[in-house]
Structure formats: structure tokens, C-alpha cells
């Protein structure tokens, strides 16, 4: 990913009217500041992508980003793997994001089979896959979308294959959970945010992150089809969690 990239201060003066959070310009402009000083664990999630691949999938496999925004989860990939390891699909819904992670993909890994589709993962025809990756995607969807994705995803990977979906969680204990969310704020304030654009941006996810249990994401992935799933990762309220389907 390129450096090239604001610093994240779309939250941080006073707002009369905190509109709806949305992927566009000016989140682009300056997502990779953002999602790295919001999303803890996220360099670890990334750089653990490749060594997933590395194990789980088939030379040549096929592999989708779905929600790829700049293509991180992709660019790791191909940081990690040789060109003929695999060929990738990435999806965003997004315009903005889409022009970026074509340029940036184009100029940092042109040797990788790469490809960048504007559309909605939910109206996808999905090709036999190996792996599928759902980095911080699936808490945007409206919930009552998340399973039928979920099933479509199943059927379309081959034996063996992998799907790793990291989100923002919620905790079913209520003091549990006020304690990863205070933490998670101090996290925010440790690299540089204000209680402003803490609180701002709050607002502005608020219907639009909409966060499930780790519990709720097994047994959806259950229902959807995967026999096995597990959390492989999780720091503070957000993890990352591996559905196998039976090879
Ligand atoms: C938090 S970002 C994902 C971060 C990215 N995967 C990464 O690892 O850097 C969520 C992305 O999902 C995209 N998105 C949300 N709903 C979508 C949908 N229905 N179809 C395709 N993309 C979607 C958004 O446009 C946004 O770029
Ligand atoms: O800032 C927050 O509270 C977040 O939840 C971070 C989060 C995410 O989890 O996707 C939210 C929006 C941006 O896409 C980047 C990161």
C-alpha cells in the first residue's frame, strides 16, 4: 500500500449534523491512516493472510477480497506469494475505492493476476475458490444479508478451502463488553485521536457497523455450511475468525 495517504481528520472539528458513515472520497483519501490507527491488530491480521494462503490453499486457486476498499488484504497476498500461487478477485462497492486499489495494485504487483471489480458481494456469481477473505466487510452488510452471503460463499469453494472473516465484535456480557469498548477508545486516543472524533465517529457508524458475538458468527457460519469454524485472532473487540469447508 502506498504511503500517500492523509491523516485521518474527517471527525475532528465540531459537526452540526454527523452524517452517515460512507466509503467515499474522502475516506479514501485517507484510509490506510484510518483503518490503521482504528482497527486494532490489523498490520497482524494482514501479514497473517499470506501465511494462511501459504498453507490452506491449492496452486493457482483461485481467491477472492471481498470489501478489498485499497486491496490491503490482496497486496499482502501478493507481498507473500509468488505470481503462479494464485489468481484473486478483488470487489468494492465503492467507486472510490475501486479507481484506487486498481492503480495502486496495478503499480505495485503488475506480475500477480489480479483483478478489481466495482459491485455488490451480495450480487456476486462466484467461481470455485480456495480462499475467500472478509476483512472488516461483513459488519456492514445489513444483518438480515449476512447468512445468504455466507451460504453462497460456502458452495462456491472447493474442498479444502478457507474463508477468513475479521470484524468488530460485541461482547455478550454487558461489563465485559463496556470494558474492550473503554480500552478500545483509550487505544483510539493512544494513536492520536481526540474524544471528538471518537465520539463523531461513533455517530457516524451507528446502523452502519453493525456488530455481531463472536457466538452469532460461529453459528451463522455453521448454518451456512461450514462444519468447522474457529477465532484465530481477537485484540480488544475486534477478531478474526477461519471457517474450514471439509476436504
Ligand atoms: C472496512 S472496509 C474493508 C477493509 C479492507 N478489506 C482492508 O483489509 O483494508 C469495508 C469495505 O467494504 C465495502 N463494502 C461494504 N458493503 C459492500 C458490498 N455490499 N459489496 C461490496 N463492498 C462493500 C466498503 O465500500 C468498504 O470499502
Ligand atoms: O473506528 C471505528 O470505530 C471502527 O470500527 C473502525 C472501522 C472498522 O472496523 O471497519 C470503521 C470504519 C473504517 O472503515 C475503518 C475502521
Given amino acids: 500500500m502506498s504511503d500517500a495517504s492523509y491523516r485521518d481528520a474527517i471527525f475532528s472539528t465540531p459537526l452540526d449534523r454527523v452524517a452517515r458513515f460512507s ?3 474522502q475516506v479514501v483519501a485517507c484510509f490506510p491512516d484510518m483503518i490503521r490507527r482504528s482497527v486494532p491488530g490489523y498490520g497482524q491480521i494482514l501479514g497473517m493472510l499470506g501465511l494462511i494462503a501459504g498453507r490452506h490453499l491449492r496452486h493457482g486457486a483461485h481467491v477472492y477480497d471481498l470489501g478489498c476498499s485499497l486491496g490491503a488484504a490482496s497486496l499482502a497476498l501478493a507481498g507473500q506469494l509468488p505470481p503462479d500461487a494464485f489468481r484473486l478477485t478483488a470487489v468494492d462497492l465503492s467507486p472510490a475505492m475501486v479507481e484506487r486499489a486498481r492503480e495502486t495494485l496495478a503499480a505495485e504487483c503488475p506480475e500477480h493476476a489480479i483483478e478489481v471489480i466495482e459491485g455488490d458481494i451480495r450480487a456476486l456469481d462466484y467461481r470455485p475458490s480456495g480462499l475467500v477473505i472478509l476483512n472488516f466487510t461483513l459488519q456492514f452488510l445489513p444483518p438480515e444479508d449476512r447468512e445468504a452471503l455466507l451460504a453462497r460463499l460456502y458452495a462456491a469453494l472447493e474442498p479444502g478451502g478457507v474463508l477468513v472473516l475479521s470484524e468488530k465484535v460485541v461482547d455478550p456480557d454487558e461489563r465485559d463488553n463496556a470494558w474492550r469498548v473503554e480500552r478500545y477508545h ?51 473487540n475486534f477478531a478474526s475468525l477461519i471457517a474450514f469447508k471439509e476436504a
Fill in 23 to 25: 466509503f467515499d472520497e
Fill in 186 to 236: 483509550d487505544f483510539k486516543r493512544a494513536n492520536g485521536y481526540s474524544e471528538l472524533e471518537i465520539s463523531q465517529k461513533r455517530t457516524a457508524l451507528e446502523n452502519v457497523l453493525v456488530p455481531d458475538t463472536l457466538e452469532a458468527h460461529h453459528a451463522r457460519l455453521a448454518r451456512a455450511g461450514f462444519p468447522r469454524s474457529l477465532t484465530w485472532f481477537q485484540y480488544l
